[in-house]
Protein backbone atom coordinates (compact mmCIF):
# COMPACT_ATOMS: atom_id res chain seq x y z
CA UNK A 1 0.00 0.00 0.00
CA UNK A 2 1.03 3.40 -1.08
CA UNK A 3 0.14 7.13 0.14
CA UNK A 4 -0.65 7.99 3.82
CA UNK A 5 -2.60 6.56 5.98
CA UNK A 6 -4.53 8.27 8.75
CA UNK A 7 -6.40 6.60 11.99
CA UNK A 8 -9.04 8.12 14.11
CA UNK A 9 -9.28 7.33 17.74
CA UNK A 10 -12.35 8.56 18.19
CA UNK A 11 -13.92 9.22 22.14
CA UNK A 12 -15.89 11.06 23.93
CA UNK A 13 -14.17 14.14 24.75
CA UNK A 14 -11.09 13.88 22.34
CA UNK A 15 -9.87 12.30 18.99
CA UNK A 16 -6.68 11.08 18.56
CA UNK A 17 -5.08 11.31 15.03
CA UNK A 18 -2.47 9.67 13.70
CA UNK A 19 -0.20 9.54 10.08
CA UNK A 20 0.99 7.29 8.60
CA UNK A 21 4.42 7.91 6.36
CA UNK A 22 4.53 8.59 3.22
CA UNK A 23 4.73 4.62 2.10
CA UNK A 24 2.23 3.33 4.95
CA UNK A 25 4.48 1.69 7.01
CA UNK A 26 5.40 3.90 10.11
CA UNK A 27 2.45 5.03 12.43
CA UNK A 28 3.12 8.31 14.38
CA UNK A 29 1.26 10.43 16.17
CA UNK A 30 -0.12 13.55 15.17
CA UNK A 31 -3.02 15.43 16.90
CA UNK A 32 -5.61 15.28 19.35
CA UNK A 33 -9.19 17.32 18.62
CA UNK A 34 -11.36 18.39 21.32
CA UNK A 35 -15.20 16.96 20.28
CA UNK A 36 -17.30 19.43 19.60
CA UNK A 37 -19.87 17.72 17.16
CA UNK A 38 -20.16 14.86 14.68
CA UNK A 39 -20.61 17.03 11.67
CA UNK A 40 -17.88 19.59 13.58
CA UNK A 41 -15.61 16.68 13.86
CA UNK A 42 -16.16 14.79 10.79
CA UNK A 43 -15.33 18.10 9.03
CA UNK A 44 -11.98 18.59 10.83
CA UNK A 45 -10.92 14.83 9.78
CA UNK A 46 -11.65 15.33 6.54
CA UNK A 47 -9.29 18.46 6.37
CA UNK A 48 -6.76 17.04 7.92
CA UNK A 49 -6.73 14.41 5.49
CA UNK A 50 -7.07 16.54 1.98
CA UNK A 51 -4.20 18.70 3.74
CA UNK A 52 -1.28 15.39 4.33
CA UNK A 53 -2.98 13.70 1.09
CA UNK A 54 -4.54 10.91 2.88
CA UNK A 55 -5.47 7.67 0.64
CA UNK A 56 -7.08 5.62 3.58
CA UNK A 57 -9.09 6.72 6.57
CA UNK A 58 -8.93 4.46 9.50
CA UNK A 59 -11.30 4.32 12.43
CA UNK A 60 -10.88 3.02 15.59
CA UNK A 61 -13.68 0.46 16.62
CA UNK A 62 -14.19 -0.44 20.12
CA UNK A 63 -16.08 -3.96 19.94
CA UNK A 64 -17.06 -6.25 22.77
CA UNK A 65 -14.99 -9.21 24.13
CA UNK A 66 -16.93 -11.76 21.89
CA UNK A 67 -16.72 -8.77 18.58
CA UNK A 68 -19.94 -7.99 19.87
CA UNK A 69 -21.77 -3.96 18.95
CA UNK A 70 -20.72 -1.89 21.82
CA UNK A 71 -22.12 1.95 22.21
CA UNK A 72 -18.33 2.83 21.46
CA UNK A 73 -18.77 0.92 18.27
CA UNK A 74 -21.63 2.38 17.14
CA UNK A 75 -20.30 5.64 17.46
CA UNK A 76 -17.59 4.71 14.98
CA UNK A 77 -19.67 3.37 12.49
CA UNK A 78 -21.56 6.87 12.45
CA UNK A 79 -18.99 8.44 12.37
CA UNK A 80 -17.47 6.50 9.23
CA UNK A 81 -20.57 6.98 7.68
CA UNK A 82 -20.29 10.58 8.04
CA UNK A 83 -17.29 11.07 6.81
CA UNK A 84 -17.52 8.82 3.75
CA UNK A 85 -20.18 11.74 2.58
CA UNK A 86 -17.26 14.11 2.61
CA UNK A 87 -14.75 12.20 0.77
CA UNK A 88 -14.00 9.90 -1.84
CA UNK A 89 -11.26 7.68 -0.10
CA UNK A 90 -12.31 5.03 1.66
CA UNK A 91 -12.72 4.79 5.06
CA UNK A 92 -12.30 1.35 6.73
CA UNK A 93 -12.99 0.73 10.74
CA UNK A 94 -10.64 -1.74 11.91
CA UNK A 95 -11.10 -3.00 15.89
CA UNK A 96 -8.94 -0.63 18.49
CA UNK A 97 -9.80 -3.03 21.51
CA UNK A 98 -6.87 -2.29 23.90
CA UNK A 99 -4.91 0.59 21.99
CA UNK A 100 -5.00 3.01 24.66
CA UNK A 101 -3.94 0.56 27.17
CA UNK A 102 -0.94 0.00 24.95
CA UNK A 103 -0.74 3.44 24.31
CA UNK A 104 0.00 3.83 28.40
CA UNK A 105 2.33 1.13 28.09
CA UNK A 106 4.39 2.77 25.35
CA UNK A 107 4.12 5.85 27.17
CA UNK A 108 5.61 4.54 30.68
CA UNK A 109 8.60 3.16 29.00
CA UNK A 110 9.67 5.53 26.25
CA UNK A 111 8.39 9.11 27.94
CA UNK A 112 11.23 9.99 30.31
CA UNK A 113 9.11 12.76 32.77
CA UNK A 114 5.83 11.77 34.90
CA UNK A 115 3.82 14.94 33.37
CA UNK A 116 4.28 14.14 29.92
CA UNK A 117 3.41 10.02 30.56
CA UNK A 118 0.18 11.36 32.63
CA UNK A 119 -1.26 13.58 29.70
CA UNK A 120 -3.71 12.62 27.27
CA UNK A 121 -2.36 9.67 24.91
CA UNK A 122 -5.36 10.08 22.57
CA UNK A 123 -2.79 10.58 19.02
CA UNK A 124 -0.79 7.62 20.38
CA UNK A 125 -3.75 5.65 20.82
CA UNK A 126 -4.44 6.34 17.19
CA UNK A 127 -0.98 5.54 16.41
CA UNK A 128 -1.62 1.82 18.06
CA UNK A 129 -4.37 1.13 16.05
CA UNK A 130 -2.87 2.66 12.69
CA UNK A 131 0.34 0.49 13.39
CA UNK A 132 -1.49 -2.64 14.12
CA UNK A 133 -3.84 -1.76 10.84
CA UNK A 134 -0.41 -1.25 9.19
CA UNK A 135 1.20 -4.30 9.91
CA UNK A 136 -1.74 -6.40 9.66
CA UNK A 137 -2.30 -5.31 5.91
CA UNK A 138 1.33 -5.35 4.78
CA UNK A 139 1.12 -9.36 5.96
CA UNK A 140 -2.02 -9.68 4.08
CA UNK A 141 0.11 -8.39 0.73
CA UNK A 142 3.03 -10.46 1.65
CA UNK A 143 0.70 -13.92 1.87
Same mark, same amino acid.
Given at each position: ????????????????????????????????? #???????????????????? =???? =??????????????????????????? #???????????????????????? #????? #??????????????????????? =???????
Amino acid at each position: MDGRVMAIDPGEKRIGISLSDLTATLAAPFAVI #RHVAMAEDCQKIVEIAKQNQ =VTVI =VIGQALGGEGESTPQSRHSQKMAEAIR #RLVDIPVVLWDESGSTRDAQKIAR #RNLAN #RKARSGHLDDHAAAVLLQDYLDT =VALKDMA
